[in-house]
């Protein structure tokens, strides 16, 4: 497969990208950016809803619904706007379940999900499961799956062990290539496409 949409088959649905954006990201950044490119490409003629969250680049910033649902297509020039910078504690555990809790009861400062169509949550990050608080893997897990809301993982393997109880299953936990000091062929961003294709389910093997 080569992460393509089918386009025969244009169901709806909403899929959240939360991404880190802190300069740690920079090593990663060109394989995330060219296959989420590569990708939304493909998703512009399906009825799919796309929002995007940031993650805080800097100490003290909150976590940032920065586009919330719109078409593929904004949410890929969204995208391409952004650059790794920065540093500070990134608080995915706080954004998954952040997004999980708006699903069971809206939230304004959150995406407006829609019901009765697939949820997909997708996490870009190498740090381990953050939280300001109390939010543990297992319970961003269950309110996950309470809101019906499947999630991948693009991480790297030293952090993998923060991130496996959360996806249903092993494939939707996926290690990022590192791009810099030298490339890989994975930082054409193939593996991510194809990855998110299998992920949604609208790809060109099924």
Not at 37 to 45: K, M, V
Not at 139 to 158: E, G, K, S, W
């Given at each position: 497969?080569?992460g393509?949409?089918?386009?025969?088959?244009?169901?709806?649905?909403d899929l959240?990208?939360?991404?880190?954006?802190?300069?740690?990201?920079s090593?990663?950044?060109?394989?995330?950016?060219?296959?989420?490119?590569?990708?939304?490409?493909?998703l512009q003629?399906?009825?799919?809803?796309v929002?995007?969250?940031?993650?805080?680049?800097?100490?003290?910033?909150?976590?940032?619904?920065?586009?919330?649902?719109?078409?593929?297509?904004?949410?890929?020039?969204?995208?391409?706007?952004?650059t790794?910078?920065?540093?500070?504690?990134?608080y995915?555990?706080?954004?998954?379940?952040?997004l999980?809790?708006?699903?069971?009861?809206?939230?304004?400062?959150w995406?407006l999900?829609r019901?009765?169509?697939?949820r997909?949550?997708?996490?870009?990050?190498?740090?381990y499961?953050?939280?300001?608080?109390?939010?543990?893997?297992?319970?961003?897990r269950?309110?996950l799956?309470a809101a019906?809301?499947?999630?991948?993982?693009?991480?790297?393997?030293?952090?993998?062990?923060?991130?496996?109880e959360?996806?249903?299953?092993?494939?939707?936990?996926?290690?990022?290539?590192?791009?810099y000091?030298?490339?890989?062929?994975?930082?054409?961003g193939?593996?991510?496409?194809?990855?998110?294709?299998?992920?949604?389910?609208?790809?060109?093997?099924?």
């Amino acid at each position: 497969c080569d992460g393509l949409v089918d386009e025969s088959k244009p169901r709806p649905g909403d899929l959240v990208f939360i991404i880190d954006i802190s300069g740690s990201m920079s090593d990663e950044w060109l394989a995330i950016h060219q296959g989420l490119d590569r990708w939304l490409l493909t998703l512009q003629q399906t009825n799919w809803r796309v929002a995007v969250v940031i993650l805080p680049a800097s100490p003290g910033e909150s976590i940032l619904v920065a586009h919330d649902f719109t078409s593929p297509e904004l949410a890929r020039l969204y995208i391409q706007t952004l650059t790794p910078s920065g540093g500070a504690d990134e608080y995915t555990n706080d954004a998954l379940y952040g997004l999980a809790t708006s699903a069971l009861g809206p939230n304004r400062n959150w995406p407006l999900w829609r019901f009765n169509v697939p949820r997909r949550a997708v996490l870009f990050t190498d740090e381990y499961g953050q939280t300001r608080g109390a939010v543990h893997e297992g319970l961003v897990r269950d309110t996950l799956r309470a809101a019906n809301i499947d999630t991948l993982i693009f991480t790297q393997d030293y952090v993998a062990a923060s991130w496996d109880e959360i996806p249903l299953y092993p494939e939707w936990l996926v290690f990022l290539p590192t791009c810099y000091p030298s490339l890989s062929p994975d930082c054409d961003g193939r593996t991510v496409a194809q990855a998110l294709a299998g992920f949604v389910g609208e790809s060109c093997d099924e």
